[in-house]
């Protein structure tokens, strides 16, 4: 997928300054979501369950080789076919395959961020093919032309208006129409395309080694019709999703319901281990299950000595959800697949740190993303490491570096730092607007005034 993180300061600006209706969507979206998975861990030792899902997943991640062999074989013996793509260019090419060995026209597809990433629909359309949506909150912003603005709700920065607006030009509905309405509209439409469809897309939450089964989480059944009613099933799993063995896949599909939406565990959760009629009994199904395990990058990640354990993460959304800088804009200002605290560590591991600053910058380092992390990502310090190559690199502006340099000057300079303190006290305000790093910080704040004595002072008239 393109690309354009270096736009992030525009697009956030823009956002807030022009549409500050998404901020109050996103904010009082996320705000549910905590308030929810507050509840939901509330008669639960959370420690200790992060703490577990954490050392599983990171076994994992140093084992991945055999535990990936270990899930084709299972897979394969069950009758799926099982593909590795190292590039999005690999998926696209084992998608061609199959769209032309089999006159596919229409695709229904379960909502993916995988695929997303890969940029799988826009190769899919210009082979021709039809692609439709199922998800409801992903059917909204397809409709819209819009990317996902969240990974777990794609649609949380539009209102219930946005989306009259949109279904009333599209499929008819009133203008006035009910949540319950929109939906119904959105079913009925959906119905007939699950039921002529040729392909079906999903993701894969887990991926299970033990079994070589694909464990899918939703909250609509979207997802069961685009794996069973289609003919042929294409499954996208990020090599990371793997787990070691089938008893370590119960907790883990709780805590990343409770931790992504405060649910006790997904409505519907899907277990795909081979084709319908194959070796594995399975009744019912497609006629034929493909598996494509994809790196994309993520290989490049696990070496990086420093930032693998990014690859822990469940796709929760919770980050996102506690996140105060990316509650003012919502998703779409990152410009890539992840946004918030997930895409300022996993992005730049990707798609490289040149191409995506300055994400790992748009952060207050809080550390609250990580205090509700399921997996315990350290994701601040991570964050840090990011910036730290940033300035090695000497990616980051030279009016930054300036200004940091200045700094350090004065602060190792005793009678040089006082004086620049009092100066600091009698700026007027327009100039401290215009000083480089507070330039834009001051932007709609009042600038910081020192009262009273400084520190400096008080240590000289010896008062502690």
Known sequence: MEVHSRDYRDRARRIITETPEVRESVTAATRTFVDNRREAF????????????????????????????????????RG??????????DVHRIFERIVEENAVRKVVKAKSMLSEELALNPFLESCGVEVFE?????????????????????????????????????????RDASPEDLAAAARDFLRETFLTADLGVSGGNFLVAETGSIALIENEGNIRLSTSVPRI?????????????WADLSTFLQVTAKSATGQP????????????????????????????LVDNGRTRVLADPEIWEALRCVRCGACLNICPVYRQTGGHAYGYVYSGPLGGILNPGLVGLEE???????????????????????????????????????????????????????????RLFGWAENLAGVLPDWVIRRLPMLREWSDGREPPRATGPTFRELWDEGIE
């Open 42 to 77: 509330a008669d639960l030792d959370e420690a200790a369950l992060s703490g577990w899902a954490k050392e599983v997943k990171s076994h994992a991640l140093t084992h991945l080789a055999d535990y990936l062999e270990e899930a084709e074989t299972r897979l394969v013996e």
């Open 80 to 89: 799926a076919h099982v593909h590795w793509a190292e590039t999005a260019s």
């Open 134 to 174: 199922t998800d409801l909150g992903e059917y909204i912003i397809q409709l819209l032309g819009e990317p996902p603005s969240h990974i777990v709700g794609p649609s949380i920065h539009k209102s219930l208006e946005d989306t009259r607006v949109i279904f009333h030009e599209r499929l008819g509905t009133a």
């Open 233 to 245: 099933h294409v499954a996208l799993v990020g090599i990371e999703k793997v787990l070691p063995r």
């Open 265 to 292: 565990v997904g409505c519907f959760v899907s277990i795909i281990q081979g084709p319908g009629g194959s070796a594995a009994g399975e009744p019912d199904g497609p006629e034929e299950l493909h598996v494509i």
């Open 356 to 414: 995506t600053l300055p994400l790992p910058f748009a952060s207050t380092a809080c550390g609250a993303c990580a205090d509700v992390c399921p997996v315990r990502i350290p994701i601040p310090e991570l964050l840090h490491v990011w910036r730290r190559r940033a300035v090695e690199r000497g990616l980051t502006g030279s009016e930054e570096r300036t200004a940091l340099g200045l700094f350090a000057s004065a602060a190792t300079r005793s």
